[in-house]
């Protein structure tokens, strides 16, 4: 369809254009202005928007907000607005969440000066957000969206309150502050920023974690029991790594422990205490087989990692190894490729991939294969743009780029070409970050491995991520229940390519592998806190818990020939169950 916008223009919005979808409104792009994108509400009947809220939003900093440019009007009935424009966010921008990870940071580079320098932004919006009497109200990790290079953007501002827009409520329940009857208002902001900085240093939101008395998250908000707090009833995730700022842990305690609620400041660059590795002891009796990969050398960590079932490669910040583990038990070394002697491995955009036999190196938008006599040859038939996003499913790099979706079989290589094929779509409509999903016309399409090729499944609602392992996986989606709004995390099976929710649910993200029994069923391996859980991909029922000190629910895993790969930056094993 037509539409218009304020100052006259006229553009095209098509549903074949969309980018993303939420519960109130779809994103698309918009042909006549490619530097832009369009929020259109999905009720044109309700009244999300008005000039008053726009204007009023205005005077929000564009250098820190993805603020309303101008709004749009049906082209027939000028009086109906559809929705209005905004910046259109590169790909280089990813959810704040996403920063909360610690192998994510240390894949991307992100050390804590950085992340101070992120922090700052924070702050400096929500109180330039305050002085403007505009209150945010659904800080979450999700609206704040940041690249690796440290600048924020806030999204979905035309939910803030201003004077002469209400907040409509609906927060994540993550960042309600419920000791405050979870009313929004300006301690609201202080109270999920608070929160967004504690999870961003200490890779923990301050009221995870499990307390044997008080399990949910709003009754420790309400008895004030953080995870920092003195309490020994108190079971604190591994991946927590405590504030070694005096000045900054003290305003967190004043907050969490105290009740109290005001804007955090930070006076200098934030340290943190990561966690002791605690190597298993294979003296001890155990139901897992270990063997340490590759033992790490001083200010060594692991950046990236990527195993198929006979071939994988560790990536650290000194050196990449290429390992073949296509025999049970023995994951062998091939070769370390120092990356300050071999400029072929430098630069910190230079990608690795390998599938079953082979290993390739991505640098200047050149593919490189390790061919026979360890010499590396030049893909001939690859040529993307700057823009170029990649995915790896199975032993498939999936290439969006330029309009089109590429299959590159890795392990199907003759000279210096490997075997693709491609389809035409719309590229901005796929989302690579939080597993490959792609998003048509109100509908989400999700892709997974099945025999030689890919195969994609519709999607029963919409999701925010998606893990597959197999033709199993793990969704997240929001629920609404009473006014509250929730993230679930709820294993599901690819079945007769239909996605089959199983109602097993768990409390968060983690990394999955699957070892497959037959061509529908098999067994389902996840990272916990000091074990390893094992679960049928029939009904998702529990299994086992094999204890492992080692693993967290950080911990990477990778199906294998010779076992399970378990890795996180700072430590890569072998494990087989005995």
């Given at each position: 369809?037509?539409?218009?916008t304020?100052s006259g223009?006229?553009i095209?919005?098509?549903?074949?254009?969309?980018?993303?979808?939420?519960?109130?409104?779809?994103?698309?792009?918009?042909p006549?202005?490619?530097q832009q994108?369009?929020?259109?509400?999905?009720?044109?009947?309700?009244q999300?928007?008005?000039?008053?809220?726009?204007?009023?939003?205005?005077?929000?900093?564009?250098?820190l907000?993805?603020?309303?440019?101008?709004?749009?009007?049906?082209?027939n009935?000028?009086?109906?607005?559809?929705?209005?424009?905004?910046e259109?966010?590169?790909p280089?921008?990813?959810?704040l969440?996403?920063?909360?990870n610690?192998?994510?940071?240390?894949?991307?580079q992100?050390d804590?000066?950085?992340?101070?320098?992120?922090?700052?932004k924070?702050?400096?919006?929500?109180?330039?957000a305050h002085?403007?009497n505009i209150?945010?109200?659904?800080?979450?990790?999700?609206?704040?969206?940041t690249?690796?290079?440290?600048e924020?953007?806030?999204l979905?501002?035309?939910?803030?309150?201003?004077?002469?827009?209400?907040h409509?409520g609906?927060l994540?329940?993550?960042?309600?502050?419920?000791l405050?009857?979870?009313?929004?208002?300006?301690?609201?902001?202080y109270?999920?920023?608070?929160?967004?900085i504690?999870?961003?240093?200490t890779?923990?939101?301050?009221?995870?974690?499990i307390?044997?008395?008080?399990?949910?998250?709003a009754?420790?908000?309400?008895?004030?029991i953080?995870?920092?707090?003195n309490?020994a009833?108190?079971i604190?995730?591994?991946?927590?790594?405590?504030?070694q700022?005096?000045?900054l842990?003290?305003?967190?305690?004043?907050i969490?422990l105290?009740?109290?609620?005001?804007?955090?400041?930070?006076?200098?660059?934030?340290q943190?205490?990561?966690?002791?590795v605690?190597v298993p002891?294979i003296?001890?009796?155990?139901?897992l087989?270990?063997q340490?990969?590759?033992?790490l050398?001083?200010?060594e960590f692991?950046?990236?990692?990527?195993?198929?079932?006979?071939?994988?490669?560790l990536?650290?910040?000194?050196?990449?190894?290429l390992?073949?583990?296509?025999?049970?038990?023995?994951?062998?070394?091939?070769?370390?490729?120092?990356k300050?002697?071999?400029?072929?491995?430098?630069?910190?955009d230079?990608?690795?991939?390998?599938?079953?036999?082979?290993?390739?190196?991505?640098?200047?938008?050149?593919?490189?294969?390790?061919?026979a006599?360890?010499?590396?040859?030049?893909i001939?038939?690859f040529?993307?743009?700057?823009?170029?996003?990649?995915?790896?499913?199975?032993?498939?790099?999936?290439?969006?780029?330029d309009g089109?979706?590429?299959?590159?079989y890795?392990?199907?290589?003759?000279?210096?070409?490997?075997?693709?094929?491609?389809m035409?779509v719309?590229?901005?409509?796929?989302d690579?970050?939080?597993?490959?999903?792609?998003?048509?016309?109100?509908?989400?399409?999700?892709?997974?491995?099945?025999?030689h090729?890919?195969?994609?499944?519709?999607?029963?609602?919409?999701?925010?991520?998606?893990?597959?392992?197999?033709?199993v996986?793990l969704?997240?989606y929001?629920?609404?229940?009473m006014?509250?709004t929730?993230?679930?995390?709820e294993?599901?099976?690819?079945?007769?390519?239909?996605?089959?929710?199983?109602?097993?649910?768990?409390?968060q993200t983690?990394?999955?592998?699957?070892?497959?029994?037959?061509?529908?069923?098999?067994?389902?391996?996840?990272?916990a806190?000091d074990c390893?859980?094992?679960?049928?991909s029939e009904?998702?029922?529990?299994?086992a818990?094999?204890g492992?000190?080692?693993?967290?629910?950080?911990?990477n895993?990778?199906?294998?020939?010779a076992?399970?790969?378990?890795?996180e930056?700072?430590f890569?094993?072998?494990?087989?169950t005995?």
């Open positions: 369809m037509k539409a218009i304020e223009t006229i095209t919005l098509e549903d074949k254009h969309e980018i993303k979808r939420g519960g109130e409104g779809k994103i698309l792009s918009i006549e202005l490619p994108v369009a929020k259109i509400y999905l009720d044109p009947n309700y999300h928007m008005s000039k008053a809220q726009k204007d009023a939003l205005d005077v929000l900093d564009g250098a907000f993805v603020k309303p440019l101008e709004l749009i009007f049906d082209k009935k000028k009086n109906t607005i559809l929705g209005f424009t905004m259109y966010l590169s280089d921008f990813l959810p969440a996403a920063f909360f610690k192998n994510f940071c240390a894949t991307q992100i804590n000066e950085q992340k101070t320098k992120i922090a700052r924070l702050i400096q919006a929500v109180a330039s002085q403007k209150i945010i109200g659904d800080l979450s990790g999700l609206n704040v969206m690249s690796t290079q440290g924020v953007r806030f979905d501002v035309d939910s803030y309150e201003t004077p002469v827009h209400s409509w609906m994540l329940d993550e960042i309600r502050d419920y405050y009857q979870g009313e929004v208002s300006e301690k609201s902001d109270f999920a920023l608070s929160i967004l504690f999870n961003l240093f890779h923990l939101h301050p009221f995870k974690g307390h044997k008395e008080y399990k949910a998250m009754e420790r908000m309400l008895r004030k953080p995870v920092f707090a309490d009833q108190l604190i995730p591994k991946c927590y790594t405590p504030l700022n005096d000045y842990q003290k305003q967190f305690e004043r969490f105290g009740g109290e609620r005001f804007l955090l400041s930070i006076e200098q660059v934030i943190t205490q990561a966690r002791p605690k002891n003296g001890i009796k155990t139901s087989k270990y340490e990969i590759y033992q050398r001083a200010g692991i950046q990236q990692a990527f195993f198929s079932s006979s071939l994988g490669y990536s650290t910040n000194q050196q990449v190894l390992y073949d583990v296509g025999n049970q038990g023995y994951a062998t070394l091939k070769k370390a490729y120092s300050t002697e071999n400029s072929l491995f430098q630069g910190n230079t990608q690795f991939f390998v599938g079953n036999q082979h290993f390739f190196v991505l640098k200047d938008r050149q593919l490189f294969v390790r061919q006599g360890e010499q590396f040859s030049t001939s038939n040529n993307p743009s700057d823009s170029a996003q990649y995915f790896m499913l199975g032993h498939i790099l999936v290439l969006l780029d089109y979706m590429r299959y590159l890795l392990d199907q290589v003759i000279g210096n070409q490997i075997h693709t094929e491609q035409p719309f590229t901005a409509g796929f690579v970050f939080h597993g490959l999903i792609q998003n048509v016309g109100g509908a989400q399409y999700i892709f997974y491995a099945s025999g090729t890919l195969s994609s499944v519709r999607a029963p609602r919409l999701l925010k991520s998606v893990g597959i392992a197999g033709n996986g969704a997240s929001e629920v609404q229940t006014g509250e929730s993230l679930q995390h294993y599901f099976k690819i079945d007769n390519l239909q996605v089959k929710f199983s109602g097993v649910t768990v409390q983690h990394s999955l592998a699957y070892k497959a029994q037959s061509p529908q069923h098999g067994l389902l391996f996840e990272p806190d390893l859980r094992v679960r049928s009904g998702f029922a529990l299994l818990e094999i492992c000190n080692l693993l967290s629910t950080e911990t895993l990778f199906m294998t020939q076992g399970i790969i378990a890795y930056k700072d890569c094993f072998l494990l087989n005995q």
